[in-house]
C-alpha cells in the first residue's frame, strides 16, 4: 500500500515547480517555497566547506581588517524597503540628526557629552558570494575630536554592517522594492545599536531580531572550521559546555590542540570538499567518548556554547569573532543561511 | 537476555501499565504526576526506567505501552533511546510504542535536529508526539492524551485495538515519508 502512493507523489511534486516558475509572481515563489518545505522532510544537510570565493579577489585585506579580531553581535534582519546605494549621504545625514535627538530627549543637559558625533554610511566591497548578492554596506559612529588636531578623524564608537553572502533563497522571494541584506553584526554600545536598529525599523520598514546559534549549529561550525586549511595556527580549539544543573549551572571547557583536531577531522572526513551530518556528529562523538574514558562525565548530555577555532570563534547568544580573512566568505555564509533561517 | 516482550505476562483485571524510558528524570516524574491525576476507568501504573534492560529482580505486570522520552537539547538521551531500543521485541512495535520528543520550544537550547527524531520514528513505524514537558499546560494535555493511548493499547476500549491505532495515525502522514 505504501510504495502504491510513491508513484502518484513524485510527479506531480517535480511538475510543479516547472508551471510557477515562468512569470511567477514573488509571492507565488514564495508560497511554494513554503509548500515544499512543509511537505518534504528535508535531507540531511550537506555542506560546502568553505572556500575563498573568487569575488574575494577584489577584497582588499588592509580595508577588511578591521572587521577581523572583533566580537560582533549578531541581528537577522528583514529586506529593507526601498533603500538606494545612491543615498547614503543623505542616510547618514538623517541618522545623525536622529541619534543627537535622541541622546538629547531622555537626558538633562549634560554638558561634555559627546553630542559631536559623525555617523558615515560606506559600502564594503567585495563581501558576497554571488553577483545577485546585494552589497554589503557599513555604518560607523565617529567621535568627531573638540580639539581640531591632527586626528581629525575621530574615535570610532559604533560599527555595524550589514551584508548578504549567498543569500539566494531569500533574494528569489523578494520583489524589486526591497534590498536583501539578513545578516547584520554590530560591534560598540547596547544604547547605539538600539537606536540604530530604532531608525533603520522606522525608515525602512524592516524588523531586527537577536541571532541565537543553537548547538546543533554550533557543532556544526566546529566541524566546518576545523576542516578548513590555515597555515599557521593562531588559537588552540576550545569547546565550552554549560551544564544545567542547580542551583547554578557549571561550565565545562575543553581546550585542544588545532593540529590534533585537524588531524581528527581528516580521519573522519570522506568526500573533499563537502561536509556531511553523519561527518559532523562522528567528529563531536569522538569529542565526547574521549572525554568520557578520562573524567566519567557525559558531554552530550550537556549544552555547547561556545566554540572557538583558529578560523573563528562563536557563543550561543549570537557572538562571532572571526579570525582569518581567507575564510571570511565561507563563516558569513553560514551565519547568512542561519539568518535567512530565523527570518523565515 | 532480558527483552521485553508484550504478551510474556498475564494481564491484571482492569489494569494499564505504561512504561516510560528516559534520561531526564524530573520531567518524567512531572508526567508520570499528570497522568495519575487524570481520571480513568481502568487503573493506572506508571513504570519510571532511565534505561533499558530492566532489572529482572522486580517483580512488574504486564507492561502495555513504551514510551521514549528524548530531549531535544541532550544528544544523551537520543544516544541512550537508540539503546535502550535494542532490548524491546519486535512485536512491541504494532502500535504499543510511542516516541515522545520534549524541548522543541527552545530552539536555542536545541542539539539534535527535529528530523533525526523523525526518522528514528519512521524507522520503528511508531508514532513521535512533541510535547515541552516543561510546561504544565502542555503536559496535561499530552498526558491525557497518554492515558487514552494506554487504554486503546491494554485493550480496555472496545472495538479499538493498538494496531487499528497505529494504522489510524499512520495514515495521516503524507506519502513523503517514503523516500527517507
Same mark, same amino acid.
Not at chain 1, 82 to 92: I, T, V
Not at chain 1, 143 to 151: A, H, V
Not at chain 1, 293 to 315: G, M
Given at each position: 500500500m505504501d510504495s502504491y502512493n510513491v508513484p502518484e507523489s513524485t510527479p506531480s511534486a517535480s511538475s510543479r515547480p516547472e508551471d510557477y516558475s515562468v512569470g511567477a509572481t514573488p509571492l507565488q515563489k514564495r508560497l511554494e517555497s513554503i509548500r515544499k518545505q512543509t511537505s518534504f522532510i528535508p535531507t540531511?544537510?550537506?555542506?560546502?566547506?568553505?572556500?575563498?570565493?573568487?569575488?574575494?579577489?577584489?577584497?582588499?585585506?588592509?580595508? &577588511?581588517?578591521?572587521?577581523?579580531?572583533?566580537?560582533?553581535?549578531?541581528?537577522?534582519?528583514?529586506?529593507?524597503?526601498?533603500?538606494?546605494?545612491?543615498?547614503?549621504?543623505?542616510?547618514?545625514? %538623517?541618522?545623525?540628526?536622529?541619534?543627537v535627538a535622541e541622546k538629547q530627549k531622555g537626558l538633562a543637559v549634560e554638558v561634555g557629552e559627546d553630542f559631536d558625533i559623525k555617523v558615515i554610511f560606506s559600502?564594503?566591497?567585495?563581501?558576497?558570494?554571488?553577483?545577485?548578492?546585494?552589497?554589503?554596506?557599513? *555604518?560607523?559612529?565617529?567621535?568627531? +575630536? !573638540?580639539?581640531? +588636531?591632527?586626528?581629525?578623524?575621530?574615535? @570610532?564608537?559604533w560599527t555595524g554592517w550589514f551584508c548578504c553572502v549567498f543569500g539566494d533563497s531569500l533574494l528569489e522571494t &523578494?520583489?524589486?522594492?526591497?534590498?536583501?541584506?539578513?545578516?547584520?553584526?554590530?560591534?560598540?554600545?547596547?544604547?547605539?545599536?538600539?537606536?540604530?536598529?530604532?531608525?533603520?525599523q522606522k525608515t525602512f520598514d524592516c524588523y531586527f531580531s537577536p541571532l541565537t546559534i543553537n548547538a546543533f549549529n554550533l557543532s556544526w561550525m566546529a566541524a566546518m572550521w576545523t576542516a578548513c586549511k590555515v597555515d599557521h595556527y593562531v588559537a588552540t580549539t576550545?569547546?565550552?559546555?554549560? *551544564?544545567?544543573?542547580?542551583?547554578? +549551572?557549571?561550565?565545562?571547557?575543553?581546550?585542544?590542540?588545532?593540529?590534533?583536531?585537524?588531524?581528527?577531522?581528516? +580521519? #573522519?572526513?570522506?568526500?573533499?570538499?563537502?561536509?556531511? !551530518?553523519?561527518?559532523?556528529? %562522528?567528529?563531536?562523538?569522538?569529542?565526547?567518548?574521549? /572525554? =568520557?574514558? =578520562?573524567?566519567?562525565?557525559? %558531554?552530550?548530555?550537556?549544552?555547547? *556554547?561556545?566554540?572557538?577555532?583558529? *578560523?573563528?570563534?562563536? =557563543?550561543?547568544?549570537?557572538?562571532?569573532? #572571526? %579570525?582569518?580573512?581567507?575564510?571570511? #566568505?565561507? @563563516?558569513?555564509?553560514?551565519?547568512?543561511?542561519?539568518?535567512? /533561517? !530565523?527570518?523565515? | 537476555m532480558s527483552v521485553l516482550r508484550p504478551l510474556d505476562k498475564l494481564p491484571s483485571l482492569n489494569t494499564?501499565?505504561?512504561?516510560?524510558?528516559?534520561?531526564?528524570?524530573?520531567?518524567?516524574?512531572q508526567l508520570a504526576d499528570s497522568m495519575l491525576k487524570e481520571d480513568c476507568a481502568s487503573e493506572l501504573k506508571v513504570h519510571l526506567a532511565k534505561s533499558l534492560p530492566l532489572p529482572s529482580s522486580v517483580n512488574r505486570p504486564r507492561?502495555?505501552?513504551?514510551?521514549?522520552?528524548?530531549?531535544?537539547?541532550?544528544?544523551?538521551?537520543?544516544?541512550?533511546?537508540?539503546?535502550?531500543?535494542?532490548?524491546?521485541?519486535?512485536?512491541?512495535?504494532?502500535g504499543k510504542v510511542c516516541f515522545l520528543a520534549t524541548g522543541a520550544g527552545r530552539e536555542s537550547h536545541c542539539s539534535i535536529h527535529r528530523h533525526t527524531v523523525v526518522k528514528l520514528a519512521h524507522t520503528y513505524q511508531s508514532p513521535l508526539l512533541y510535547c515541552d514537558l516543561e510546561v504544565e499546560g502542555f503536559r496535561v494535555t499530552m498526558a491525557q492524551r497518554l492515558v487514552r493511548v494506554l487504554q486503546i493499547c491494554a485493550g480496555h476500549v472496545p472495538g479499538v485495538s493498538a494496531l487499528n491505532l497505529l494504522s489510524l495515525l499512520r495514515?495521516?502522514?503524507?506519502?513523503?515519508?517514503?523516500?527517507l
Open positions: 540531511p544537510p550537506r555542506r560546502k566547506v568553505p572556500q575563498c570565493s573568487q569575488l574575494q579577489e577584489d577584497v582588499d585585506p588592509q580595508k &577588511v581588517a578591521f572587521l577581523l579580531h572583533k566580537q560582533w553581535t549578531l541581528y537577522s534582519l528583514t529586506p529593507l524597503y526601498k533603500f538606494s546605494y545612491s543615498n547614503l549621504k543623505e542616510y547618514s545625514r %538623517l541618522l545623525n540628526a536622529f541619534i559600502t564594503l566591497l567585495g563581501m558576497k558570494g554571488t553577483q545577485r548578492d546585494p552589497e554589503a554596506f557599513l *555604518v560607523q559612529i565617529l567621535s568627531k +575630536s !573638540q580639539l581640531p +588636531s591632527e586626528n581629525r578623524e575621530g574615535k @570610532v564608537l &523578494v520583489s524589486e522594492d526591497f534590498t536583501c541584506l539578513p545578516l547584520f553584526l554590530a560591534n560598540g554600545a547596547e544604547s547605539n545599536t538600539a537606536i540604530i536598529g530604532t531608525w533603520f576550545e569547546f565550552l559546555w554549560s *551544564v544545567p544543573c542547580s542551583p547554578q +549551572s557549571l561550565d565545562i571547557s575543553y581546550a585542544i590542540h588545532p593540529e590534533d583536531a585537524k588531524a581528527l577531522w581528516d +580521519s #573522519i572526513h570522506k568526500t573533499p570538499g563537502e561536509v556531511t !551530518q553523519e561527518e559532523v556528529d %562522528l567528529f563531536m562523538d569522538c569529542l565526547y567518548s574521549h /572525554f =568520557h574514558r =578520562h573524567f566519567k562525565i557525559h %558531554l552530550s548530555a550537556t549544552r555547547l *556554547v561556545r566554540v572557538s577555532t583558529s *578560523v573563528a570563534s562563536a =557563543h550561543t547568544d549570537g557572538k562571532i569573532k #572571526i %579570525l582569518c580573512h581567507k575564510y571570511l #566568505i565561507g @563563516v558569513l555564509a553560514y551565519l547568512t543561511e542561519l539568518a535567512v /533561517f !530565523q527570518i523565515e | 494499564a501499565t505504561i512504561l516510560l524510558v528516559g534520561t531526564e528524570d524530573a520531567l518524567l516524574q507492561i502495555d505501552l513504551i514510551v521514549f522520552v528524548v530531549n531535544l537539547h541532550s544528544k544523551y538521551s537520543l544516544q541512550n533511546t537508540e539503546e535502550s531500543l535494542h532490548h524491546v521485541d519486535a512485536s512491541f512495535f504494532l495514515s495521516s502522514e503524507g506519502p513523503s515519508l517514503e523516500d
